[in-house]
C-alpha cells in the first residue's frame, strides 16, 4: 500500500496527558500536512512542512501543540496536557507540491475524557 | 481572507434523482478548486481539481463545474453507495504552502 498511514487510528486519553501521533507519508512526495477536523465540519489546516522544515503553523496550533518531521520522512505531532476541546479527527496529507490534490491518510481519531 | 462556503448542509435523495451540491468562494487569485468525498471515519478522497472559470470535469456518476465565484458538483442518478459526505476546498495564488481551505461539506444520503 503506497498511500499515507496514520497511527493509532484511534486514541482515548485523560485530559492532562500527552499524547503523540505519526503520520507515515507517500515516500516521494516532499511536503506535508496536518489538519485537524471535528463533527460536521471541514478539515481545519494546522501546520505544514516541505522536506524537514515545519515552514506554517496556524493560529490553531498553541504552544501545547507540536511537530517534528526528521529527516523529512514520517511526521509526529504531539499535544501535550490535553484538553476536551482537542477532541477531533487529526488528519494527515502528503503532495508532491504540484498543484494537484493532497493524499489524505485516515485520521487519528482522539477522544479526551 | 479566503473563504469556502458549502450548501445544503445536508442533503437527502431518492435513489436515481439527480441534484446538485453547492460551492461558494472567495480567494485572492484561484490556483485550484478541490472537490473531496469523505465516508465516516475516513480521511477525504480526492474526486477533482478546476482551475479556470468554465472548467468541467466528470467520473462516473459525478460532474463537477466552476465559475469565477461558484462550483457546482452534479450528480446524475445517483445510487446508495453516493452517501457520504462532500468537500470542497481551495487554494490561494498568494498561498506559498499550498493549503487548502475547505468548506464544511454536504452530507449526502441516497435512500434505495
Known amino acids: 500500500d503506497t498511500g499515507v498511514s496514520q497511527d493509532p487510528r484511534h486514541k482515548i486519553t485523560k485530559r492532562g496527558q500527552n499524547v503523540t501521533f505519526r503520520c507515515d507519508p507517500i515516500s516521494e512526495h516532499n511536503r506535508l500536512y496536518w489538519y485537524r477536523q471535528t463533527l460536521g465540519q471541514g478539515p481545519e489546516f494546522l501546520t505544514y512542512?516541505?522536506?524537514?522544515?515545519?515552514?506554517?503553523k496556524s493560529r490553531l496550533l498553541s504552544d501545547r501543540f507540536s511537530a517534528e518531521r526528521p529527516k523529512g520522512s514520517f511526521s509526529t505531532l504531539e499535544i501535550q496536557r490535553t484538553e476536551q476541546g482537542d477532541s477531533a479527527m487529526y488528519l494527515c496529507?502528503?503532495?508532491?507540491?504540484?498543484?494537484?490534490?493532497?493524499?489524505f491518510g485516515s485520521g487519528t481519531r482522539l477522544t479526551v475524557v | 481572507e479566503d473563504q469556502v462556503t458549502q450548501s445544503p448542509e445536508a442533503l437527502r435523495l431518492q435513489e436515481g434523482e439527480s441534484s446538485s451540491l453547492n460551492c461558494s468562494y472567495t480567494?485572492?487569485?484561484?490556483?485550484?478548486l478541490f472537490w473531496y468525498r469523505q465516508d465516516p471515519g475516513k480521511g477525504p478522497e480526492f474526486l477533482f481539481t478546476?482551475?479556470?472559470a468554465g472548467e468541467e470535469k466528470e467520473k462516473e456518476r459525478l460532474k463537477a463545474t466552476l465559475t469565477k465565484k461558484e462550483s457546482f458538483l452534479h450528480i446524475t442518478a445517483p445510487k446508495p453507495e453516493d452517501s457520504a459526505t462532500y468537500l470542497c476546498?481551495?487554494?490561494?495564488?498568494?498561498?506559498?504552502?499550498?493549503?487548502?481551505?475547505f468548506g464544511s461539506g454536504t452530507r449526502l444520503l441516497v435512500r434505495p
Open positions: 512542512f516541505q522536506n524537514e522544515a515545519q515552514l506554517e
Open positions: 478546476l482551475y479556470s
Open positions: 496529507a502528503s503532495s508532491s507540491g504540484t498543484l494537484y490534490g493532497y493524499t
Open positions: 480567494v485572492s487569485g484561484l490556483r485550484g
Open positions: 476546498a481551495v487554494r490561494g495564488e498568494m498561498d506559498s504552502s499550498y493549503k487548502l481551505i
